[in-house]
């Protein structure tokens, strides 16, 4: 599979930050931005100049290219909606908002296309006329869940894109739950472009970082049966299987943290724990705006299974050749299909709904009995590799039989 990374990794304008003194950095950059706002439109192109991304609850403003109604025409594709920062003021007015520069959030520069690129929350209760007049343009918003799902994972442009999305989500839905002073209860102010916060309390200043939550998932190997562990939560579609995964606690190794969940979840007591990859994960519950998952094989010391079944639905032993099948690529590519149709419909203003739940389980003849999670989860790469290398190799203390290069 030709993949650079994993979803949401490899963020192109993350590659690096500039340093203070560059006219790309976020306090230059920010000061640039608080000196044009007043004067739009009527203001001299900047050097570098901005666009912006609207977000709304969540979701970026995208559009759709490349469909066609009959049967015959290619899988649609979705682009981030970037608009200019006159175009972002526009649209605020019309909801009686003066654009406020503290309300944009830096993501990063493109340097060679001499431009930087910002994040805004457009949120509101009355969102509707801004809909209506994004619509009337072809504009929408829609879940970064459902933009990964119709995402062309060999495509780098529509990776880049997510993991930019991705970003900006995390960003904008962190500020969104830091309002307010663990420590004093205060109100908290962005600084650095929307990069940090800090409390304004003047007698606590408590300086605040973006949240990131640290999560194990693992793929527990059977090494002398040569099989997998895989299990079902209650919220996944029909069919689909994964690995176990859990969040990290305090004062705990990732070791500790793979051997702890996969005791708690199905009984089963790990020995060796091998570190494969890691992925940034932005599309979790609004609380939690990153999740940061570390990727493990997992080798079993006992085998007999013992479900929580608060936890899971049910967890099962399968041979090589039952997860080989289950790698089932038919079925992501019309999951992408179907997604990708939906966004172009919902950008028509066709479709209203956002939920992709259905879109697995439609029966076929075809269908293989399981399948498991696409290739923008790191489950998927777990469960793979696996497949692929054999247990043997993927104990390795070397980078595990990783069939990702550079991950
Ligand atoms: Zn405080």
Known sequence: MNLRTHAYAGNPLRSKTPKSTDSFSPSSAFKSLKSLIPSIPNHPTPSPDFKVLPFSKGRPLVFSSGGGDDASSTTPLWHLGWITLSDCKALLATRGIDLDENSLVYLGPKVEEDLVYWAVDV?????HGVVLEL??????FVEVRTLMVAADWEDQRAMDELAIAGHARALLEWHKVSRFCGACGGSTVPKEAGRRKQCSNEACKKRVYPRVDPVVIMLVI?????????????????RMWSCLAGFIEP?????????????????IEVGEVVYHSSQPWPVGPSSMPCQL???FFAFAKTLDINVDKEELEDAQWHSREDVKKAVSFAEYRKA???????????CKGVERNQSLSTDFNVESGELAPMFIPGPTAIAHH?????????????????????SLSNL
């Not at 949120?123 to 969102?127: D, H, T, V, W």
């Not at 619509?135 to 929408?140: F, G, I």
């Not at 247990?391 to 595990?400: A, D, I, L, M, R």
């Open 336 to 346: 992408q299909r179907t997604a990708a149709s939906k966004i172009e419909q919902m």
């Open 135 to 140: 619509a009337s343009r072809k504009l929408c």
């Open 123 to 127: 949120s509101s209760q009355e969102e």
């Open 251 to 267: 004062g705990e190794s990732l070791e500790e943290a793979v051997r702890r969940e996969t005791w708690e979840e199905t009984g």
């Open 293 to 295: 998952m570390l990727g």
């Open 382 to 402: 777990l469960i793979s590799t696996w497949v692929d290398q054999g247990s043997g190799n993927v104990h390795s203390k070397q980078q595990p039989g990783v």
């Open 222 to 238: 059977d090494r002398e049966n040569d099989r997998a562990l895989l299990s079902r939560q209650a919220r996944f579609v029909p």
